[in-house]
């Protein structure tokens, strides 16, 4: 109980050696600490406590838990198997329900991608109570995610971007790091400080010229997110290990629409599957050989039509039963994207709107300067 009050209050007073200087750390301290930040802070001291006798896991579940009835009192907690993932996004970005409302409008490969890497705990042995089938590792802490999600809180559009920006993020780095057994207990950081500088939208638009997007490994359990000229470079990377992966944002910035036909929004997995879609949380490299050193992960292959589909599928058996879960059904689901794209037709077409009447506003003021005053 000591030893966590003491690291309490070291994590507390760390804030000011954001600033290198003694007047400078005190000044942080003091002056510019935002009265918010300290009220979470002292909120969540409750909660480090009961770490003496409850499993990291089981206290994080109980804040997250705790933050959405603070954030969003009047609306029920979310209980179902993407439940973590929707309580993480609405505490990353210190929004209500609306956040939730974003992640559910999102394709269902950007949905599952989030549902099953969010919900990976870092600690070996320990589940969320969501989702018990949900295990092996490495987990992913995405390193400034917060900050891109509420950079981009006010705009729906932007928002559900920054969603789909994650889980591209989060598709690559299981790239990088595979799958496995000995990494449950490991959790890599993936630095994403360039994306948050703007609002999305205007970080991905930005013209750069000749360059890409990368997701760049440093180590064992450090990456970044980076724009680069060049390739990163492979000299000191280890063999057999990748270097990088080349993050694809395009389709981040398009429609729900262009990219899920309604029957895909309605399938269930299987459909899906069976229709070609082909539902992937990672790359193709996982499923071949590069999966045979944690082949007891998945599903043993069976004479049945889907065993084939289950076989390339780079999750456990439970874990593919916790992803069907996540797939809503019908109508529900539908109203709620229709919503939020009828939302951001309103907002662009509001704006249009705004801008014609400043030029014909300019127009009218240049078209009266010139014909000067009557004779």
Same mark, same amino acid.
């Given at each position: 109980? /000591? ?58 579940? /109980? ?30 970005? /210190? ?16 949905? /599952? ?9 870092g600690c070996a042995g320990q589940r ?19 900050? &891109? ?118 399938a269930g997995i299987e459909d899906l ?13 996982? $499923? ?24 390339? &599928? ?12 996540? $797939? ?36 009218g003021a240049v078209e009266g300067t ?6």
């Amino acid at each position: 109980s /000591q030893d966590l009050g003491l690291y309490f209050l070291h994590w507390f007073t760390d804030l000011s050696g954001a600033e290198a200087t003694p007047l400078g750390g005190a000044e942080k301290f003091v002056l510019k600490f935002p009265h918010s930040v300290l009220t979470s802070f002292l909120w969540s001291i409750p909660f480090l406590g009961k770490l003496e006798t409850m499993t990291e896991t089981a206290v994080v579940e /109980q804040y997250l838990k705790a933050r959405w009835r603070v954030l969003s009192p009047e609306t029920p907690c979310p209980q179902d198997a993407s439940a973590i993932a929707a309580l993480r996004i609405a505490v990353m970005a /210190q929004s209500d329900e609306g956040s939730v409302e974003a992640y559910k409008s999102l394709p269902l490969s950007d949905r /599952q991608c989030l549902a099953l890497e969010l919900a990976r705990t870092g600690c070996a042995g320990q589940r969320y109570s969501t989702t018990p089938s949900v295990g092996a590792g490495p987990a992913f802490l995405i390193y400034y995610g917060p900050a &891109l999600l509420q950079k981009n809180a006010e705009s729906p559009r932007c928002f559900r971007i920054a969603l789909r920006v994650m889980a591209e993020v989060l598709r690559k780095a299981r790239a990088l790091w595979p799958l496995s057994k000995e990494g449950e207990n490991r959790v890599v950081t993936i630095l994403v400080a360039e994306l948050k500088t703007q609002t999305i939208d205007i970080t991905l638009g930005i013209s750069r010229g000749d360059g890409r997007w990368y997701l760049v490994r440093h180590n064992d359990c450090e990456g970044a997110v980076e724009f680069r000229k060049e390739p990163p470079s492979t000299a000191q990377q280890a063999p057999g290990s990748p270097a990088y992966e080349v993050l694809h944002f395009t389709h981040c910035l398009s429609n729900v629409h262009e990219h899920e036909s309604s029957q895909y929004r309605r399938a269930g997995i299987e459909d899906l599957l069976d229709n070609g879609f082909g539902v992937r949380l990672w790359e193709e490299d996982i $499923v071949g050989d590069a999966t045979s050193s944690c082949s007891d992960l998945l599903e043993p292959p069976v004479e049945k039509k889907t065993s084939r589909r289950n076989s390339q &599928l780079p999750f456990t058996t439970g874990e593919q039963d916790f992803m069907e879960s996540t $797939v809503e059904s019908g109508l529900a689901a539908n109203l709620r994207q229709e919503n939020w794209i009828l939302k951001d037709q309103i907002a662009t077409l509001s704006d249009e709107v705004a801008r014609l009447r400043a030029r014909l506003a300019v127009y009218g003021a240049v078209e009266g300067t010139a014909s000067g005053p009557p004779e």
